[in-house]
Structure formats: structure tokens, C-alpha cells
């Protein structure tokens, strides 16, 4: 038996209803560690592969990526399992034609176990910079706001979308105006 503050006037419990409390938390931990794995996936099949300087690119087009998800890392910083304020960090290969052309990197923070606030970087090879921010939640198409950039983006606004296979790829579509 152990002690628990508000079970009768003893505040024991036997057993038997203490292995029915594990097995609705560990339920409980598993359908959130779902729901944040399926947001991982989400989030890291957002960007992929282009080179946005080529002919078939210029500025202001839309610049078409696949996404190669890398595997996340979780920090638990709110009450124990997902939870609101605890964060996911990514850092995921952007491919155009099957060849490695940039990544992403970014976190997300929780804002409750299904919904998420996400930011992230996109990093072109000698292209520069691309921001945005999305919130991830469920279906696996997001919609995001290109927030800014540098180098060749330095004035990049715009939005796009990532979609996620469920794979660990997906595609990254950005549509990138300058100022």
C-alpha cells in the first residue's frame, strides 16, 4: 500500500487500485507521447529541397522542398507528459532531386498535449535564410507564415505549406515574396 492524500480517511490504497491508477497514467503518457511523436513527424517533414537562386526558381516564386524528418527531442518542462510548456526541437534535411540543398531547424512549444507553437529556421546552402512560424496541430497539413529572412531572403514575407507523410518525409512548399 502506499500513501495518497485523498482516498477515505486511512489515505491508502491497495493495491489492486494502484495498478488501475499506473495503467491510466501509462494511457495516458502513451496517447500524449502519440500525439507529440505524430507532431514531431509534422513539423519535421516541413522543409526539404531547393536551390531558390537556379533558373527555375527566382525570387518571389514558389520554392518546392522534400523533407527528410530527423528525429526530435522532446524536453519536459510542464507538468509530468506532455503538457503545456514543454518544447520540441527538430533539425530536419531539405532535398531538391534527391540532393541535400539546405535544413530546418526549430522548436515547438506546447501550448496544451495536442496543439503546439512552432518556429524554425530555414538554412539554404550559400542562399541564406528563411523564417516562419506555424501552429502544429492535427491533420498533417500546415499552413505557415514566412516571418522574415537574411541573404538573399533578407526581405522575404510570404506563406507556404509542410505536409507530413507520416513516413518521416513530407514536402515543403514556400511561397516567397521580397519587399
Known sequence: ??????????????????????????????????????????????????????????????????????PFNYTDLGQPGPSAADVLVFHDTLLQHGQRVGDEVGTCVLVDPSLSNCTAVVRLDRQGRITYAFVNAPPARKQLAITGGSGAFRSAAGDGVLFERGDGTGTLTLNVTTR
Do not use: W, Y
Open 1 to 70: 500500500m502506499s500513501r495518497r492524500g485523498d482516498h477515505g480517511d486511512s489515505g491508502l490504497v491497495s493495491a489492486p487500485r494502484q495498478r488501475e491508477v499506473k495503467m491510466r497514467h501509462c494511457r495516458r503518457v502513451m496517447a500524449i507521447g502519440g500525439t507529440l511523436v505524430a507532431s514531431a513527424l509534422l513539423i519535421q517533414g516541413a522543409v526539404a529541397s531547393a536551390n531558390p537562386r537556379d533558373s527555375n526558381n527566382p525570387p518571389g516564386d514558389s520554392l518546392q522542398f522534400d523533407v527528410q524528418f530527423s
